[in-house]
């Protein structure tokens, strides 16, 4: 007999009831659950406090790794082409490791003075996981300020002590974390401040922890795969990076006529690379990361490189605008008019400073076109991103930033509740004692007065909530570089080593408080404890701090002619354009290169400030004007600027290269393989990357630390042959010298 109640004047059976009931749990967790499409179909709206976070394995794994990718990304960093070992190569290697240390270690429980743990608390846990990949990924970028001791013991020829070093290192490093903790009440709990880069993060985490239950229906695993792609691109290596190294640029059209001054600079390696192959991972991924950028991205990066590399730095060049032919056609070196090399020491005085008497005397600083036409590209760029922003997502993020204030908390901020959060008076702490250091660095070693300390810190602080907004709505984040170089150029002209070390403090400043800020979203989609989080990215940091500057001082001091083309591969592209900037807005000063003393050159260039604000503006109206043009909705300024913001260091033959790779698997591949694409396109590029840096490392430590070479030949070039065509790497000598082969 069916039992029956009276509901409201209604006779309901059991069954009726439990269907009701049913029915109100699935409309509540369809309700309980993010306001944001995106975060609903990546983050699940569950935890299960009981997960081991903060366990042995955790810290073991997570400072393992810290300590090598610290160590690769350095070593690699100041190499002709660099590879970076990031968060998804030591999230797929440390997994395994992770479900190693659970069967293996013991489960023995300890006690120390009344703290009880447990080397083993059970299975390896996506929240220690997450930590381990955290950890890592937060130092997988290069310390900035290791460029200033590195430019100040080769260029500037000031030699200061490890301590001074390390001090910079770790207080542009640190002191943005610190930073961080005012932000993160609007930057982490509102459900709207999303993060698109951490939802990716989220997903590659969650589907290595689902792998183990997943029907793979006869396909290779993705940890076999992995390890199958890294060991053939371990053993592919070893012919551009050490038998054959040729084919690593093959500049095939210039081996039609070599001599050929105009056809070498157009075609050559060094030069504008047209048709120039790489058979080489790490040049074809340089900056373009062929595999990860989106197609869309990559097509607004085509149609920048043309514009800049292939039209407009050609008419400048063979106009002879500024004198360019005079100059190679891209180079990131400084010379006289004449040509010649720029000798910074000849205008500074004993102090390091500017002597005007001695600039006059030994004239003006003269940069190729394509140097000058980067810079302006970069102006337009800065200009461009805040003009676009404000157009296509000003109302977006005025009214994020409304509900990041007033909005009740979500799913995920209310399962967080269950861990306490990191006290106000942690941060508080770290940033008395980062800026303490930070004070006793920039005077007791004499870096920048200060005042100048404090405007740095006072730019980054003021930045760092509307780029934070920016960055947590759109995914892009406006750079701070040239504007704090503008500014402490006009402040403190003729300082160079006071210029760069500003730039730092107000650039890196606002990049490291905004990574934590962005770590602490995983975290808090992941439902990672913030205090855990906050000590893993801390101590983390210390120890790559101290194995950056360790490893890059190690390489300046061993390696000969290090951070020249006769050191290669350590020619130190990135560095040397650090270099040549320290010049031209700290040795000499905006105002004698783009401003109106001295008859500045380049001052026409600081019209790109105005190019940059307006061109997002014409197409935005366009787009009203004519909303049936579907094309200019998609043209993006600021990555169509930014193209060409990364050369130099880079070379045209690396994007070219790297957008063809781009066209095969983020076009090709993804719209007619997709199956395939979906499964291992990401883990194709992270075995890349891995096998390239392991076999880097081997050649390096088991041959040429060793003084260990291979013989010459003509696929291996001897840099002494007389025949300097012979002689040069892609057998196009004269792809970097200037429009008389010079």
């Not at 396909?219 to 199958?228: E, G, Q």
């Not at 260039?605 to 190019?611: E, G, H, K, N, T």
């Not at 698997?665 to 395939?676: I, M, T």
């Amino acid at each position: 007999m069916t039992k029956e109640e009276v509901i409201d004047g209604k006779y309901v059976t059991d069954a009726e009831k439990r269907e009701d009931i049913e029915e109100q749990q699935v409309t509540l967790q369809e309700q309980d659950d993010s306001p944001i499409e995106e975060v609903r179909v990546t983050v699940p709206n569950t935890d299960d406090p009981s997960l081991p976070y903060n366990t042995f394995r955790m810290w073991f794994l997570g400072l393992l790794f810290t300590a090598i990718i610290s160590f690769v990304n350095e070593f690699f960093y100041l190499r002709q082409t660099n590879i970076t070992i990031g968060y998804s190569v030591v999230a797929l290697i440390s997994l395994p490791l992770g479900h190693l240390m659970a069967r293996v270690l013991p489960t023995h429980q300890f006690n120390i003075f009344g703290w009880k743990f447990s080397l083993n608390p059970g299975p390896f846990s996506i929240k220690e996981h997450v930590l381990i990949g955290t950890m890592a990924a937060c130092n997988a970028g290069t310390a900035y300020a290791v460029d200033i001791i590195i430019i100040q013991k080769i260029y500037y020829h000031d030699d200061k002590s490890f301590v001074a070093g390390l001090f910079l290192v770790l207080t542009t490093q640190i002191t943005g974390f610190a930073m961080a903790g005012a932000i993160r009440r609007f930057l982490v709990r509102p459900a709207h401040m999303i993060w698109p880069q951490t939802l990716v993060t989220a997903s590659l985490f969650r589907s290595l922890h689902a792998e183990h239950s997943e029907d793979d229906a006869g396909r290779m695993s993705r940890m076999r795969y992995f390890v199958l792609v890294s060991g053939g691109m371990f053993i592919y290596y070893w012919f551009p990076g050490f038998i054959f190294p040729t084919i690593g640029f093959i500049s095939w059209i210039c081996w039609i006529a070599p001599n050929n001054f105009v056809l070498a600079q157009l075609t050559g390696s060094s030069g504008l690379g047209i048709g120039t192959i790489a058979l080489d991972w790490s040049a074809a991924s340089y900056y373009v990361a062929p595999l990860v950028t989106p197609w869309f991205a990559q097509v607004n990066i085509l149609i920048g490189f043309i514009l800049v590399t292939y039209i407009m730095v050609p008419w400048a060049y063979y106009t002879n605008l500024w004198g360019s032919k005079n100059f190679p056609i891209i180079s990131s070196s400084l010379f006289l008019e004449n040509g010649t090399a720029y000798d910074v020491t000849q205008v500074l005085n004993a102090q390091g400073l500017l002597d005007e008497n001695a600039y006059e005397a030994y004239g003006p600083l003269r940069m190729d076109s394509f140097f000058a036409l980067a810079y302006g590209v970069g102006f337009a760029g800065l200009t461009a991103t805040v003009m676009h922003v404000v157009l296509h997502n000003g109302p977006e993020i005025v009214e994020r930033w409304k509900s990041a204030r007033s909005e009740n908390e979500d799913i995920h901020s209310r399962l967080m509740r269950v861990y306490p959060e990191v006290p106000d008076w942690w941060y508080g702490l770290l940033f008395v004692v980062t800026f303490a250091l930070s004070v006793i660095t920039c005077v007791v070693w004499d870096y920048m007065p200060w005042w100048a300390l404090l405007l740095a810190l006072a730019i980054a602080a003021f930045f760092v909530l509307p780029v934070g907004i920016v960055q947590a709505v759109t995914n892009q984040q406006p750079g701070l570089n040239i504007v704090t170089e503008y500014v402490i150029g006009y402040m403190l002209p003729g300082h160079a080593i006071a210029n760069v070390t500003f730039k730092t403090y107000g650039y890196i400043v606002n990049i490291q408080a905004l990574n934590f800020v962005s770590d602490l979203k995983l975290g808090h989609y992941m439902k990672i404890p913030p205090q855990v989080m906050f000590m893993a990215q801390l101590v983390s940091s210390i120890i790559s701090c101290v194995i950056n500057l360790g490893t890059a001082l190690w390489l300046v001091n061993t390696r000969p002619n290090v951070c020249t083309h006769a050191g290669y591969p350590f020619t130190c592209r990135n560095t040397n354009t650090f270099y040549s900037a320290s010049v031209i807005w700290g040795a000499i000063g905006p105002q004698r290169v783009f401003g109106n003393k001295d008859d500045a050159l380049y001052s026409t260039v600081q019209w790109a400030f105005l190019a940059g604000a307006l061109l997002p503006l014409l197409f935005w109206l366009a787009s009203k004007k004519f909303p049936n043009v579907y094309w200019l909705k998609y043209v993006h300024w600021p990555v169509l600027l930014a193209a060409t913001s990364n050369m130099p260091p880079a070379l045209p033959y690396m994007y070219a290269n790297g957008l063809f790779l781009g066209f095969i698997f983020q076009f090709l591949l993804r719209r007619y393989r997709y199956n395939w694409w979906s499964r291992y396109n990401y883990l194709t590029s992270a075995a890349l990357d891995t096998g390239v840096a392991v076999c880097g490392l081997v050649i390096f430590f088991c041959i040429q630390s060793w003084n260990g070479q291979m013989p010459y030949w003509w696929g291996n070039p001897n840099p002494s042959n007389p025949d300097v065509n012979a002689g040069a790497q892609d057998h196009c000598a004269y792809g970097g010298t200037n429009f008389y082969g010079q």
